[in-house]
């Protein structure tokens, strides 16, 4: 069986969680014989055909211009990051951007569907549609038409049996391939503008996320959280959505290696600095924690919109040198951060899966969850708290520092816990669910 | 007579390096020697050697009718020792002339005063001490931290032996129809008042180069004349005090050598001496040269000589600033109680105004003053390092 597949992170391509559950997924899948061509926002044009296990880390890429593939067959690489600067995978997902080739957008999404044979009248509606919602100056609007631009060229070039998206960022790439190739298209939703936008968000990218889902025979949703808002929200068929929590793949360092950076209790929140991941109530909960224990210490790490309200807002409650700041973190410096925390909080508003939770864990952290989370569905060794209820979590952490041994071993417990959930459980059941998409879709096609 | 007073501040902070939560703990460098290293030489061959060589050559010239005054500070002087040892050699020269009076501070350059008592009397005299180790010099005037000044303070230095005189900016608020060409009293009139002439000084220190000023340029003549109109009260005999007090970096750094600063300083003794109601005088001659019962003045609320609000907002306007002021003297306490000798030699040099002038945001997106004097990105990061700093320190204090 062979996928194409799109999505917007994969490491070292990664800003968020969707690139290390990318990883995690495409890693599982690869070990179970299923073979992905892999197409990243990436400078060059290029798709990293994986076949292996190790092209997970190694990303084989192949140009789609014959001239530049053999360029770069001939060049000599010293090290695998030097290879991936040449096509244009860095670590941030900002450098691919082509101004040329934008013009042409509209152009080709216009000529497909005007001349494809698609006679479903439902369908031009929705494809017209998207092409109207696609529209805007932004750079991540701009790079996202230029990315759906390339996919018309994969489609037509590779050969796969289905076609699989990640997030709203590649939906219309997946629809444009469904529509070349006829082949079944599944969406996988990571995190919707709802839970983005903490609020209504940008009307456009519901648009793209309802069409995305509409359009695709079947649609992953990686929680019951998740499958419930796109039922409630978008009116998504719920015959066609498939709950698959995410997983997480152990890093292969010993884990069970506390290195202290302070002396007295470390409560670390990591995550991107914006409303959905509940900022404000971490330093909420700090500022009534400091209160009882002054020794503590609160890192917030990451980066974000909400980043300068937090910083004046700490120094205005006057907590000192108590409640710090890291700004963006490398995945070697989340590690470092991760191995000197006592307690890790996740206040999340709303949090379709949240995967930071379990690396925390698998660090052996104690980890207090907000309830509006999907992974409160999966772990029990925990502790579940409503984002908003201050109280209970400055409770929780104060019980957790004044019991330290007690702290230690649901600590432990959490650690083992996580190591259960592993990848290969998920992409079982991903490829399940690719097996019964193709049998359905080539018995509609023989009716 | 009108005496024209220089005063001229010599001050280096030693600015942070970018230090990060990451940082902590790892015995990490917490100041950026190299950045320090490279601001002293520039500054250094841009002003303090050039504009030394200039004083030189003028009090020579003049045998004791020029006359100049400075303040530098501790952290100046250990970054001469560090990075231009002949800057800190041509200082000695010029005082070794006897027409240069050194006049007294915080040897950290801190708002200590406005904190912690203890902590401010120890800096003071820790600087009186380096100035005689270094200059041979007993300081009689006093001047503080950006000359910020209110009653409170006159108490302290009153009560510290040898301070006669105390400068501080010449505030609308507090003068309302007087004049700053008087020499005044403090409140409790036990010391000397000298207030900065701060229309003048600032012409020279901030608008001598601004194209978009209406007397540009500023030639010597016409500076003069200013000065020649501004009161007839010295025709009556009365010792007046023209007081133009600045950055020393003014000359050759904030207006470079291509605007004619140096060619105004030049020609402007000549000048001034050419009018026989006119003259030099340093701040500590004030006690010799006041002829007229001196007005006490009172100032109830701090005042400084920064921006148009002449207050403290540009170190203590913010939350940022205030936490990460109190989170300093707090520390600087503990130290002191632990007696940890390198830790509160860090901790000082923590508080060095400079570092919370960098979280300032008053003007910042005016791309004013305050972003010509950071280093950093932006006052959030100069917050950010600051107080991660802080924690190293207490990280090594708690060990």
């Known amino acids: 069986m062979k996928i194409l597949m799109f999505t917007w992170e994969f490491p070292p391509l990664i800003s968020g969680g969707l690139g290390m559950a990318c990883y995690g997924m495409v890693k599982a899948l690869l070990s179970q014989g299923i073979k992905i061509d892999l197409v990243l926002p990436t400078k060059e044009l290029v798709y990293f055909p994986l076949r292996d296990e190790g092209d997970a880390d190694t990303l084989p890429a192949v140009f789609i211009e014959p001239e530049k593939q053999i360029e770069y067959t001939r060049r000599a690489f010293t090290c695998l990051s030097e290879r991936l600067e040449y096509i244009g995978v860095t670590t941030h997902p900002e450098s691919y951007f082509n101004m040329s080739e934008i013009a042409e957008y509209s152009n080709l999404i216009k000529k497909h569907y005007e001349l494809s044979e698609v006679t479903i009248s439902e369908e031009l509606e929705l494809l017209k549609e998207m092409t109207a919602h696609l529209i805007g100056d932004e750079d991540l609007i701009r790079k996202v038409q230029e990315y759906t631009l390339r996919a018309n060229r994969f489609a037509k070039i590779l050969e796969y049996d289905l076609i699989h998206a990640h997030d709203w960022l590649t939906y219309p790439s997946g629809i444009l391939t469904k529509q070349i190739s006829h082949k079944p298209l599944i969406v996988h939703i990571h995190a919707t503008e709802f839970d983005r936008a903490g609020g209504p968000g940008d009307p456009r990218i519901h648009k793209i996320e309802y069409i995305g889902m509409t359009y695709a025979d079947k649609v992953i949703a990686v929680s019951q959280y998740t499958a419930q808002m796109i039922m409630s929200r978008y009116r998504i068929d719920s015959g066609k959505i498939r709950i698959i929590h995410n997983a997480f793949t152990l890093p292969e360092t010993n884990l069970n290696n506390k290195k202290r ?4 209790p470390t409560i670390l929140y990591l995550g991107r600095v914006t409303i959905q991941k509940g900022p404000d109530y971490f330093l909420d909960m700090a500022a009534k924690v400091l209160k009882v224990h002054p020794e503590a210490r609160f890192i917030l790490a990451g980066t974000g919109d909400m980043q300068r309200q937090i910083l004046r807002r700490s120094a205005s409650l006057s907590l000192k040198n108590r ?3 890291t700004g963006f973190l490398n995945r070697k410096q989340v590690e470092r951060i991760l191995q000197a925390a006592d307690i890790y909080v996740l206040p999340s508003v709303s949090e379709p899966f949240g995967i930071s939770p379990l690396e925390a864990m698998s660090y052996g952290i104690t980890a207090i969850i907000s309830k509006q989370s999907g992974v409160a569905e999966i772990i029990h060794h925990a502790f579940k708290i409503d984002y908003w209820d201050v109280d209970l979590w400055a409770e929780t952490i104060n019980h957790l520092i ?3 041994e007690e702290c230690r071993k649901i600590g432990i417990e959490g650690m083992k816990e996580v190591q259960r959930i592993q990848w290969d459980e998920a992409a079982e059941k991903i490829r399940q669910l690719y097996a019964t998409t193709l049998s359905e879709f080539s018995e509609q096609r023989v009716e | 007579m009108l005496n024209i007073v220089f005063y001229f501040q010599v001050h280096q902070p030693y600015r942070l390096t970018h230090f990060n939560v990451l940082d902590i703990g790892n015995n990490a460098k917490i100041f950026d020697e190299r950045l320090n290293s490279n601001v002293m030489r520039k500054v250094s061959k841009n002003c303090y050697l050039p504009t030394n060589q200039l004083l030189l ?14 303040s530098i500070t501790g952290t100046a002087i250990e970054q001469f020792k560090l990075y231009s040892p002949e800057t800190l050699d041509s200082f000695k020269c010029l005082i070794d002339t006897g027409c240069v009076e050194l006049l007294g501070e915080t040897y950290f350059h801190s708002l200590s005063f406005l904190f912690d008592t203890n902590e401010f009397l120890d800096q003071v005299y820790m600087h009186r001490e380096l100035m005689q180790k270094e200059f041979g010099y007993y300081t009689t005037t006093f001047r503080n931290t950006e000359l910020i000044y209110q009653d409170r303070l006159s108490d302290i230095i009153y009560e510290i032996e040898g301070f006669k005189t105390i400068i501080t900016e010449g505030v609308d608020r507090i003068l309302q129809w007087r004049s700053p060409l008087y020499a005044y009293k403090n409140y409790a009139k036990n010391l000397n008042l000298l207030l900065k002439y701060y229309q003048l000084a600032d012409d020279i220190a901030f608008r001598f180069s601004n194209r978009d000023w209406p007397e540009y340029p500023l030639t010597v003549d016409k500076f003069v004349n200013w000065i020649d109109h501004l009161t007839l009260a010295e025709k009556e005999g009365k010792n007046l005090f023209l007081n133009l007090f600045m950055d020393y970096e003014t000359f050759g750094e904030h207006q470079w050598a291509s605007t004619g600063i140096f060619d105004f300083m030049r020609h402007f003794p000549d000048a001034v001496l050419s009018k026989s ?4 005088a340093n701040p500590k001659d004030v006690s010799r040269l006041a002829n007229y019962q001196q007005e006490s003045l009172s100032f109830p609320e701090p005042v400084s000589w920064a921006d148009e609000q002449r207050d403290l907002s540009a170190w203590l306007g913010n939350e940022m600033q205030q936490n990460a002021s109190e989170t300093l ?3 600087i306490n503990r ?8 830790l509160l030699r860090m901790a000082r040099l923590l ?5 919370f002038y960098y979280m300032c945001e008053k003007y910042f997106q005016d791309g004013d003053v305050h972003k010509y004097f950071s280093p950093y990105d932006s006052p959030d990061q100069a917050y950010i390092y600051y107080i991660n700093a802080l924690t190293e320190l207490e990280e090594r204090l708690l060990r």
């Open chain 1, 261 to 264: 950076i302070f002396i007295g």
């Open chain 1, 323 to 325: 409640f710090l700041f």
């Open chain 1, 402 to 404: 004044e019991n330290p």
């Open chain 2, 57 to 70: 050559e003028l009090i020579q010239k003049y045998e004791g009718r020029f006359k100049v005054a400075f």
């Open chain 2, 277 to 280: 109601h006119l003259g030099f």
């Open chain 2, 329 to 331: 003297y707090e520390l």
């Open chain 2, 335 to 342: 130290i002191k109680e632990k007696g940890d000798t390198d």
């Open chain 2, 351 to 355: 508080s060095t105004s400079d570092h």
